[in-house]
């Protein structure tokens, strides 16, 4: 890992750390860790609300300029229930080629897992449950990450 | 047509008889040119107002010939240009020089297609086989609209900033003059009109109410 901005380090600690549990996170059905963040409706509420909030933020937005946010909603709550034992397929395209050319920073990254990891706790979702789905998205910061 | 005026149409009985020896004499040479100015219904210029003329008699139209290479790029998460104009066969590419990632569609009838546009990746060029009004987005981008405007015929054109624009070489006789504008529900206009020697100029005004134009070019030119 580079250099994190202030005050992000613990987190990538705990991104690493829980990166020991994911088999869990790989169960489906109703021990799931898509079951067990509320399912759908739940997961469907933390996302709208992670990307408006992105959307919205100065810091964050550039990324979000013009985009169908809709879309853009429906096909990141179909890619965290493939990944979390949801039974869902993503149609979406590789996050390589979604994130190509955008060249999302450090800074923007870690920005997004923030408002993610608030909009997780906002809507009830567990620590555990919180870490698992984090340790699960952040091997992607590679194919994300240009600068 | 309330809102046609044409103005030197030579139909007079003596200039069309000069006009007819002469296309007796010249009948595969004689060719004049077209100026259209398309105006609103208050008389402002009207840009990207397409402007086509279809030969009455079919078989005056040549066969194409080396049509032109045609791009529609993508620029600031816009297409440009948003109106496009071109023969029926033409091939048209979309360089992306955004170079993030577009997954554009047509569902229009005339040309049905996808077509990803991968960040530092050349994609096929789209062949227009039909003619036909096909409009163009954007998955990802859901504000991104272009048009291209399919025509069977090779005398075509698009108005620019003035309004104005000019058919060449068009061969003297009838046609059926076809205007199109960018805004909601809007059909071509029909205006029968004659070609002479010495070639036509027409004024033609349209309702390009609730056109989405203005917004849409201020968009594309004020992005940073």
Not at chain 1, 34 to 63: C, F, Q
Request: proline fraction near 7%; charged fraction near 20%; charge should be neutral.
């Amino acid at each position: 890992m580079q250099k994190a901005p202030n005050g992000l380090a613990p987190s990538l600690l705990v991104l690493l750390t829980s990166t020991l549990i994911m088999p869990l996170a790989r169960a489906s059905g109703p021990d799931s860790l898509y079951a067990r963040m509320g399912g759908t409706s739940n997961v469907t509420a933390v996302v709208s609300d992670v990307i408006d909030e992105a959307a919205s933020d100065p810091h964050l937005k550039r990324a979000f300029d013009k985009v169908n946010l809709g879309r853009l909603k429906r096909l990141f709550v179909e890619q965290i229930c493939q990944l979390t034992g949801g039974g869902c397929r993503y149609s979406g395209d590789s996050m390589h080629d979604v994130h190509a050319g955008l060249g999302i920073t450090q800074a923007e990254f870690y920005g997004l897992v923030q408002v993610l990891k608030d909009s997780m706790e906002r809507h009830g979702i567990a620590i555990r449950e919180r870490n698992e789905l984090l340790a699960i998205l952040a091997p992607m910061k590679r194919d994300i990450v240009e600068r | 047509m309330p809102n046609l005026k044409t103005t030197a149409l030579p139909h007079s009985c003596a200039r069309y008889g000069v006009a007819l020896f002469a296309a007796l004499a010249w009948t595969t040479t004689l060719a004049a040119n077209l100026k259209v100015a398309v105006v609103d219904l208050h008389g402002r210029p009207l840009a990207e107002a397409v402007v086509y003329a279809i030969p009455a008699d079919d078989s005056a139209a040549a066969a194409p010939v080396g049509l032109p290479r045609v791009v529609i790029d993508q620029i600031h998460r816009t297409f440009v240009p948003l109106v496009t104009v071109i023969r029926t066969g033409t091939e048209v590419r979309f360089p992306n020089s955004d170079n993030i990632l577009h997954s554009i569609y047509s569902f229009s009838p005339a040309k049905v297609f996808t077509a990803k546009l991968y960040s530092g990746k050349a994609t096929s060029p789209v062949i227009f086989d039909k003619p036909g009004m096909v409009v163009l987005g954007c998955n990802i981008h859901d504000q991104m609209v272009a048009w291209v405007v399919v025509v069977d015929t090779p005398y075509f054109g698009k108005t620019g900033a003035d309004g104005a624009v000019e058919l060449k070489e068009l061969p003297v006789g009838n046609y059926q003059l076809r205007t199109w504008y960018p805004a909601p529900a809007f059909e071509p206009r029909v205006d029968p009109i004659h070609v002479a020697a010495d070639g036509a100029e027409l004024r033609i005004s349209l309702d390009s109410a609730g056109s989405p134009l203005p917004t849409l070019l201020g968009t594309g030119t004020a992005a940073p």
